[in-house]
């Protein structure tokens, strides 16, 4: 297995000795003369575009690139141009072209995730379900063998193998947008009111109420769907739905966000389960004040099943994992979408919730917050790194096996479970080395906030 740690930061020894005792635009124009051609005045635009995709970075933020520092009538990048780096939102599009970020680890990265894919892409153990209505929202009539994979790091790099452009009806993703919202608008103690915050060792449907007459947590479905009657009640349903989507387009920094109409109509017909459930958290009066009546329940469990059909790509929902492991700034926009207090609540949720009754054995063999989806979705943030998202309609036991297999290698082969502390010892301080130049660098640039 590899040994390097996926810290694609790092800054290089050259990197920072250049640094020291030479001004911001010196380290530019160092970084101009080493892209100039020989005899040449300007610096291609080609070259920088090939830099950046050589770092793995995304489209979106090389056409912002592209954008900030290209003149229409210019014949290549002056130094001038060169200088509009620090206009890029995204502060790693210009620590790759000083060298303060490796497109070597990015490589080495990629080529540990392109074998894993081959790997577990051979893998056809389990069946696709039609267990319940969300199992068969991604799958209907579609290949059994799908194997989706796209990684999004806090850097704006992307990775991805199959149809990363999918469109993909949430569930259970929708939950943890849901739950951050909901602590972002009334804070932590409000919710802890209504939801428990420990995992109940039972599925995720199970008509239970902790000792306390709660449910267990936020992620099992009668814990999200009070969660969802916290969300703007004091909106029109079409306001709150509406304020739901410009949250998800934040996150993504896209235009793709979808309501998945039929996905909707389809659980909402099959929605026995989740009726009992309401009902259940009726009778126990678990549900805030503003729902009393009948009527009440129905439209909070309307509600509660609209945000689980919303839809967008799978790219999109890598970004999101980046934004939640970023401390919920998005890495392409640079905007703050959630307070780094809501999402260190929401990352603990899913590391001890996240995989309902396997929570304890994702924790125990992979590390790392994430939630699963019945459809074979599987959604895992690195905090600090970047978010991972695996599709792929093979279950057993409820779970994607090659989503489980993918992440458990993939935690392995790069030292990523929290806990893994031996692994870290054993590089002779190699980890704390990365993070005392990291923070370094990020000091200096009035990069922490």
Known sequence: MAETSLQLALPSEEANNTGRGSTHDQQLYEAFLRMLPV?????PVGKLEELLRAGGI?????????????ESDGDGLTFADFCKLKEVVNKSVEQFVLGQLSSKEWRTLTNTLQTIYEVVEKNRIGETTKASSFAKLNVMGEDKDEFIVALCTIHGQFWGQGDVNKYMTLSNVAKVINLAQAIELNGQDYVQKHVGKNPSGEDADAMSLNQDGLPHNPICTAGALVVTTLLRAEMSAAARFDALVKTWSSLTATRNVDFNNYGYLTILRDADVHQAISWLLQSAGVFPDHVQTADDVQRALEFFLQTLSVSTTMTDVAVIGATLANSGRNPFTGKRVFSPGTVQAVLSQLFSCGVGASSGDWAYKVGLPSVTCPDGLILTIIPGLGGVVVFSPRLKNGLSV???EFLERLSEARSLHVFDTTKQSSRKGERTYETEALMTYAAATGSID
């Open 58 to 70: 995304h489209e979106i933020l090389i056409e912002q690139t592209m954008e900030a520092v290209v």
């Open 402 to 404: 090659r989503g489980i």
């Open 39 to 43: 005899g040449k005045e300007n610096v």
